[in-house]
């Protein structure tokens, strides 16, 4: 059981906007930066945020992030069929010291 | 272009032993701190293992503490995983992951090699 809990899936047509959100506690979020991993299906993740809202070279600003006290949120403005993938938050926790940790992961659907 | 790619992988029975490798390019692999990252059959990102870019200072989650072992040889620009007293669920793809500058996330991830523990 992940001490970051996102939602299993989350769903959108073409074009429209989603976000998918990654709740934790004040030793984990509220205490450390927060990224996000794009996984498509059959391959490595990849990074798509990190240091809460910033975006490698590469990634289109159609995705966007952002951290609010003890949860952070993914945004994806107009949703495109190659976006359908698994998408995970990673963060650390403070008072565990136990390294890296990552959400359960979400599953978009591009219906 | 940085790139990061597994080898190792393989059956292996319960109690066994593995060790996968990582072959770093296109990058200066010794000014990294690297990871191994796991990901179980279905499921999410564990990670299994960090050493910063000196080799001197290494991290493991309890799930793995004592039974695998992390190094790296920046003259060779690899970086290994041992893996002892293997599990069932220990079962998973395993990835060699690079941290980015700020130490903050995973920046390269290799294609990952996968490690199956059974009887």
């Known amino acids: 059981q992940s001490l970051l809990t996102q939602p299993p899936s989350v769903s959108a047509a073409p074009g429209q906007n989603v976000t998918i959100s990654c709740s934790g506690s004040?030793?984990?979020?509220?205490?450390?930066?927060v990224s996000w991993y794009q996984q498509l299906p059959g391959t490595a993740p990849k990074l798509l945020i990190y240091?809460?809202?910033k975006r490698p070279s590469g990634i289109p600003d159609r995705f966007s992030g952002s951290k609010s006290v003890t949860s952070a949120t993914l945004g994806i403005t107009g949703l495109q069929t190659g976006d359908e993938a698994a998408y995970f938050c990673?963060?650390?926790?403070?008072?565990?010291?136990?390294?890296?940790?990552f959400g359960g992961g979400t599953k978009l659907t591009v219906l | 272009e940085a790139q990061l790619v597994e080898s190792g992988g393989g059956v292996i029975r319960p109690g066994g032993s593995l060790r996968l490798s990582c072959a770093a390019s296109?990058?200066?692999?010794?000014?990294?701190?690297m990871n191994w990252v796991r990901q179980r059959p279905g499921k999410g990102l564990e990670w299994v293992s960090g050493?910063?870019?000196?080799?001197?200072?290494?991290g493991y989650p309890d799930s793995v503490k004592g039974r695998f072992s992390i190094s790296r040889d920046n003259g060779k620009n690899s970086l290994y995983l041992q893996m002892n007293s293997l599990r069932a669920e220990d079962t998973a793809v395993y990835y060699c992951?690079?941290?980015?500058?700020?130490?903050?996330?995973?920046?390269?991830w290799g294609q990952g090699t996968t490690v199956t523990v059974s009887s």
């Open positions: 992951v690079r941290d980015i500058v700020t130490g903050d996330a995973f920046d390269i």
């Open positions: 296109g990058f200066s692999f010794g000014d990294y701190g």
């Open positions: 050493i910063n870019w000196k080799g001197d200072k290494t």
């Open positions: 004040s030793s984990n979020i509220g205490s450390n930066f």
């Open positions: 240091d809460n809202d």
């Open positions: 990673g963060t650390w926790d403070t008072s565990l010291r136990s390294g890296p940790m």
